[in-house]
């Protein structure tokens, strides 16, 4: 009798163990049938980097099941975003068509804005599997900017125009600026510039300094939101001196081979960020202190992107 019971416990615990290893089984199965999709998207801590990661991360997670996980403003920028793509931490990064070319494929500069997005494009798909997706439409560069209202007495819409009129101005720039091979020297022999008078000051001053009436103009970056702040007049390299610096995202074949969908949806933004709304957006984080991730949804729906 005691021999029967034992037979049909023994039994009982084999069932009870096909059992548990089936649930297991099937729970294993679930799972990795509903494995959550997601990326992650990595900033440079800029301001527009800022703003332009919420527009990726909004537009993503409006348009698709894909959920996105984000590193904004990575100290260091390219410096370490480059090996953090390459090394798979992130899947995809706002990038710039002159970094891209001179910085990270350590090449020289390409005057032409087109050829070089499009050789850094080839260029990043042969060494890194990467792809440069279409330009936002804006260029993050170097510029010259004066006064708009003594602009447009004096009717200077570029350099050339600045240059015939630079005898009755007066022109500010930080310190680096006059000993950057690329700076003052430079850019005065390209266009002949012949200031009434040039004054060294601290790149956090040169706004006031043309505000007040100190200087007339000054150097500064091309989606800054102070220039909309202080009412600057953004002039015209007419001459391409200063090299190109088109925005675009940068992102993994494989990630887009995992995510079909996702292509299109980041090509959203090609062609539908101007300088003029950059600068205006930028402006609204550092000199209105707004959110930007309220920014960034703001305009996308101005743009009817959502």
Not at 31 to 42: H, L, P, Q
Not at 82 to 110: C, K, Q, R
Not at 172 to 183: C, L, N, P, Q, V
Not at 185 to 199: H, L, Q, S
Request: proline letters at 2%; aromatic letters at 10%.
């Amino acid at each position: 009798m005691l021999k029967k019971i034992g037979i049909l416990i023994l039994a009982l615990f084999l069932i009870l163990g096909t059992v548990v290893a089936c649930d297991d089984e099937n729970g294993e199965e679930t799972s990795g049938a509903g494995e959550e999709k997601s990326i992650t998207i990595g900033t440079k801590p800029m301001t527009e980097q800022y703003i332009i990661g919420e527009m990726i991360k909004i537009l993503v997670e409006e348009k698709t099941e894909i959920n996105v996980d984000m590193k904004s403003g990575i100290a260091g920028g390219t410096s370490n975003l480059h090996p953090a793509i390459i090394s798979g931490e992130i899947d995809l990064y706002p990038e710039y068509t002159g970094t891209g070319w001179m910085f990270v494929l350590e090449n020289d500069l390409i005057e032409d804005p087109d050829e070089m997005y499009k050789r850094t494009k080839e260029a990043y798909e042969e060494e890194f599997d990467l792809l440069w997706l279409d330009q936002y439409g804006f260029n993050n560069t170097f510029t010259l900017a004066v006064n708009a209202e003594k602009a447009k007495e004096l009717g200077i819409e570029t350099y050339s125009d600045l240059a015939e009129n630079s005898e009755e101005l007066v022109f500010g720039a930080e310190y680096d600026f006059y000993e950057r091979d690329d700076g003052f020297n430079a850019i005065k022999n390209v266009y002949g510039f012949n200031f009434k008078d040039t004054k060294e000051m601290d790149i956090g001053l040169k706004y006031q300094a043309i505000e007040s009436g100190k200087v007339d103009v000054i150097n500064a970056f091309s989606t800054d939101g102070l220039l909309d702040e202080y009412g600057l007049k953004v002039l015209e390299d007419d001459n391409n001196f200063f090299p190109s610096y088109y925005a675009s995202t940068v992102v993994k074949n494989e990630t887009l081979k995992e995510y079909p969908e996702l292509k299109d949806v980041l090509n959203m933004l090609a062609n539908n960020i101007s300088e003029e709304e950059i600068r205006n957006i930028n402006n609204k984080v550092e000199s209105k202190n707004e959110d930007p991730e309220d920014v960034a949804y703001e305009f996308l729906e101005e743009k009817g992107l959502l």
